[in-house]
Each structure stands twice: as C-alpha cells, then as structure tokens.
C-alpha cells in the first residue's frame, strides 16, 4: 500500500546541513519549515568571525556538489566568502521565507502520529519528519581555569568574537591551539604589540601554500563549468578515499609523510627552544591535522611568545602561569573548542512512549549508521554522531545523508507506513561493530582530542568513506521497524 499523503518536515537549523535540506525539500516539492534560532543564516560561518578565520578544506570541495563555485578567491577562502556564498545559494534557490529566523526550537515531541514542534515564542506545529541540522561544533567550551571571571580586559570565545574590542598593538592572550588558535595566530601575532599563545599541547600543523586564484582562473571556471566538475572530483577523491582511508589504519606511512612535511617546517625555526616547543610527540592528524600557511612566521614575529608552562590561573591583569610569572595582558581569546557531545540538545526530544533522548544518550550520543536513534520514529540527523568527521568536507556527508534519509522516506511511503524507526538491535550491533573499528584508527593512537568520547574511543565513522558511501546510498531497511 502506498501512502497518499505527502511528510511534511521539520528542519532544525538554517547552517550548511539545513539549507541543504531546504533545498532539497523545495525541489521535491515537499512541505517544510526550517526553524533558525539566530535572525539569518550560516550556522558556523555566521558564528565564527575570528580574524584569520577560513575553511582549510578545500574551498571547490566544501561547496554544494549542485552549486560550484567558479568565484572562490582562495585555495582556502576566508569565513566571510564562505558565509556570503551560503547567502548566495539561499537567494538564488528562494528558500529565505520558508525559514522561520529567531524560532529557536524548543520541544520536539512524538505524539503518536506526528511530530509536535515547540519554537521561538509559542509557536506550536505537526511534522511527519524531523531533519535535526544542528551541527557538531556549535557550543563554546570555556575552559576550567579558576579565575577565568576576575580578567578585566576583555575576554570571549572564539565562537563570540567582540568586533568592538581593538587588537592592533595589544598585548593578546590567546589559550589554545587547534585548528582555531592557530589561524588566528596567524593573523593577529603580527598586528599585536605583545602576543601571547597559551600552548598545552604542540599541534602538528601541515604547511600548505594559500593559493590565491587570479581573475583569469576564475574567469575560465566561469567559461568551462566542466572544468570545475573536474576539480570537485579530483579534490573529493584525494580527500575521502585517500585520506580518508589513511586515517583507519594508525601505522600507515602516509603518517610518516605528514610528519616529514610538517618537521621540515618546524626544522626552519630559528630559535631551539621555539623549535623544541612546538614539536608534538604524538602521530600526525591523531589530533584533527591543523593545515595554515602562516603559523610558524607568525610565531617567530619578535613580539610573539609561546607559552608551555601550564596556566595556574586567570588573574584581572592577566594570565598567572604555573612558574609564578604574571602574563599581562589587555585582550584574552579562548580558543579552547567546543562542547561536541550535545548535538541536537539542548532542545528536548521526546520518542516513542514519552522516552526523552537525553535519557537515550545518558551514558554518550550514538546514532545508528550515524542518522538515526532507536526509540525516535521520523527522527534524522544530518552530521549526528558518528558521522564521518576529520579533514574531510562535511558538506559531502551532509549530501548523502540527505539522500539517505530520502530512500528511508520513500521506503515508509511505498509501505503504507506512519513512522520508521531503527530496531535497538539492529543500533547496538552497529555500535558494537564501530566501536571495534575505531581502535585501529589514527584517532587512537595516543593523544587527547575532540574526536574522543569519555571512554577515550573516537566516536567518528571509522570505516571507508568508500562504505559511508554505499551504506548511504543503500539503505538497511531490515533494520527498521516500519509501522
Ligand atoms: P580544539 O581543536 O578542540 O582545540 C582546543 C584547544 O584548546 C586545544 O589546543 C586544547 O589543548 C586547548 N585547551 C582547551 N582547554 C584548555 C585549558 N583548560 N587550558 C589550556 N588549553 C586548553 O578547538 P578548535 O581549535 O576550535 O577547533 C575545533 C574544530 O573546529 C577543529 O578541529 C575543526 O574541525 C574545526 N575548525 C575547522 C577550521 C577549518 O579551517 N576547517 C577552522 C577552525 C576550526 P589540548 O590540545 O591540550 O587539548
């Protein structure tokens, strides 16, 4: 029996994944709502406005495969081309007004035929699906460090950066140095009149040039559309089924070329005891790999200093570290990461037999073939947990997941069918199974990271991305219940 009624949506989240899922929807003719909690679009492109903010993956490959971009300025654009490119995409593709801006969603509740959405101020509506477009790296992780208050210059995140404060010839303090502290790093130690980068952990930071393409490169990609089909398909093979695969197998000799690349680098700072700082002791890319093609000059500016003694406290003139020295300091910048095991939260998801998903992921988040959770009918996560993440385009990810979650909905159309939803089975299998994988994995050979829950295990895709693929695009209906 085949339903006659058409599912309406509901998005969560107007970023990459949701507007993707617009998109999408739109051109099936589909009835949706996004619901964004901020007054415009770009999910982390809108947040993050740090100076030297870009995208290290390649900006012809973290593009919608439907809309290249022949207008990319860098090999790496910066956040705010990014941020206008995603602009661009929702004007042309007219879904601006079916995205309800400043509904921040507050309550998902499976009534046992649809889904009750809660957003903003009151608003109350019924979806068939809810497509969660939250994104991972989303709410700020200040760090513990006792004091972190009492700092009375200005301090904030990275995620929260304070346009207002200035920068050029301050004495700036920056704590940490993931992908995040590094870019800024290299922009604002030049500017700064004393630079301070708080380092816990060296970061293996690969140096790649900036590319920057000429008025007649991007002129010939407008020319020859071809062309920039040919470099999306060269760039997403590099990346997923070479590096991507690199990453499972944590003795792989690919790892013995990054760390050639990066020393190399690090073998041209002229200071030894610089030198010897910023040398990991740990695999390359067991940390997500750090990719800038101007860490190590802006280290080496005369007013900036790395500091490896390990902070003691925050103090109102600066940061106290564990030698006794007082770092003074007019600007502090927590580049300390994100919290990366909320998810969908804190928004309240109510499933099957009024159970809450908070209570579903007490013990950590999971999610079967990384989209769905046993116990949430119509409930699809576009990059949920584990979900491949890494040096890889999350935009590609979101792209299949999509069309996954598309084959499922077709699936419990053609089946007469009101809800589907994984067997408990059928996710504990696949958990069991991807928690074994993830063990050989570059991710689990020895060093703290985001990518780790609290058991230590990467709670990453650790499969192919060849598999991620196939899994994608062929659907496990067995492991559904469809009713
Ligand atoms: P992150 O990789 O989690 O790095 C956080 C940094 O803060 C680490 O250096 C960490 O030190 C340090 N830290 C945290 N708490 C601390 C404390 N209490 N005291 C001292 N240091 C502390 O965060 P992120 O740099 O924001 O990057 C997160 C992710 O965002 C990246 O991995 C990447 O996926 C994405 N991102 C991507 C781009 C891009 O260009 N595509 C750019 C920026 C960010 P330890 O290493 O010792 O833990």
Known sequence: MTSEKRPRFAVLGAGMSGILAAIKLKEAGYDYTVFEKADRIGGTWRENTYPGIACDVPSHLYSYSFELNPDWTYLASPGGE???????????????????????????????EDWEVEAGDGFIGHYDWIVAATGILHHPKLPDIEGLETFEGASFHTARWDHSVLLDGKRIGVIGTGSTGVQITGDLAPRAGHYSLFQRTAQWVMPVEQVKYTDEQRK??????????????EL??????????????????FFDQVRAACTAKLEEIRDPELREKLTPDYTPACKRLVISHNFYDSVQVPQAEVVTEPIERIEPKGVRTADGRLHELDVLVLATGFQVDAFVRPMT???????????????????????????????????????????FSLIRTAELQYDHMMR?????????AKLMVPSAEAAKRFEDERVEAAADTVWATGCQSWYLDDRGIPFLWPYPFSRFTQEMERPRFEDYDVA
């Open 349 to 391: 998801i109510r499933g099957l037999n009024g159970q809450l998903l908070d209570d579903a992921w007490k013990e950590r988040p999971s999610a079967y073939m990384s989209v769905t959770v046993p116990g949430f009918p119509n409930f699809f996560m576009i990059n949920g947990p584990n979900s491949p993440v890494g040096n």
């Open 82 to 112: 990014i941020q206008a490119y995603f602009e661009g995409v929702v004007e042309k593709y007219g879904i601006e007004e079916s995205i309800r801006f400043g509904h921040p969603v507050v309550r998902c509740e499976w009534t046992g």
């Open 408 to 416: 499922l909905v077709e699936h419990q159309q053609s089946n007469g």
């Open 220 to 233: 010939e990609f407008r020319e020859h559309p071809e062309a920039l089909d040919a470099l999306y398909e």
């Open 236 to 253: 997403d093979h590099s990346f997923h089924d070479n590096f991507g695969n690199q990453v499972l197998d944590g003795n792989h000799e």
